[in-house]
């Protein structure tokens, strides 16, 4: 009672309404839906993490909290070091939002460590894998054909390829121009011979390039068939993701300039793309031998 009239004539300072964790996600929800591309993927780990945290209080976590939820995700949904770090980063967004917004005092995220990640070998389609993949394809199904080759010939994300409008299709001057990417930057793609053939062969009556012809709708998601093509084609660790790393080395093995590259493929960083320059070892006997052969 003594505290109470102390806070009350000013002498202490009131105790601030404690905040439960799900306010914080509420939070960082409304901020990733206007501000990130991210924002589906966003919220796949906000399910969990309201999930695990459930009625607990944003005051509450501790670094041994953390601790055991970083055991939950390692043993009970057993995933990767990398995506346990896309936790991590996700939270101590949460924390800095509300530390923004005056709800809470520290990021108890900040003393998490990230975990190290694996290093991922660049995989790539080798011509003969791709004759094999193509042959199942049109055999299996044949409505991947013209996703695949879209892939192949551009370099485009799965996303991308699936949001393809005819409206973003310049065919008097030959190019595909993305306006919604990962690096929120649109970029401008040449149209190839091979494409072209492929896109006139399409039908127009919908808005999507890609639409199932089913549900009327663009597609969102072939992995059982893609899988099963890649195992008709007995193709092993191999993703839809790494026909654009295919689209990378091949350019690259090819002499193409690495800024070139870059902007073909949309990175937003030249260090990501130099990484399809490692994957190409013959490169490297190439400088070497300038260097052999130097007069």
Known sequence: MFKVQQQ???VVAKDKKKVKLKTLFDMFEDYSKLNKKSYKSDLCLLHILRD??????????????????????????????????????????????AIANKLVRENPVRDFKMLREKNYKIRFL????????FKAINKLYPHLNPIVTCALQTGMRRSEIFNLQWKNIDFDY??????ETKSG?????????????????????????????????????????FHTVLNAA?????????????????????NIDLVVVKEILGHADIQTTMRYAHAVPKRKLEAIEVLNSYN
């Open 8 to 10: 009350i004539n000013g």
């Open 52 to 97: 695990y945290f459930k009625e607990q209080y944003a005051d509450e976590i501790t670094l041994k909290t953390l601790e055991s939820f970083k055991s939950y995700l390692l043993f009970e949904r057993e995933v990767q070091n990398s995506t346990i770090n896309r936790y991590r980063a996700l939270l101590s967004k949460v924390y800095n939002i």
């Open 126 to 133: 080798s011509k003969d894998e791709e004759i094999r993949l």
């Open 174 to 179: 030959g190019f595909i121009e993305l306006l």
């Open 185 to 225: 930057k649109s970029r401008k793609i040449p149209i190839s011979d091979t494409l072209m053939k492929i896109l006139n062969r399409q039908s127009k009556e919908y808005n999507y390039v890609f639409t199932n012809p089913e549900t009327k709708q663009p597609y969102t998601d072939i992995k059982h068939s």
């Open 234 to 254: 007995n193709i092993q660790n191999f993703r839809f993701h790494d026909l654009r790393h295919t689209v990378a080395t091949r350019l690259v093995e090819k």
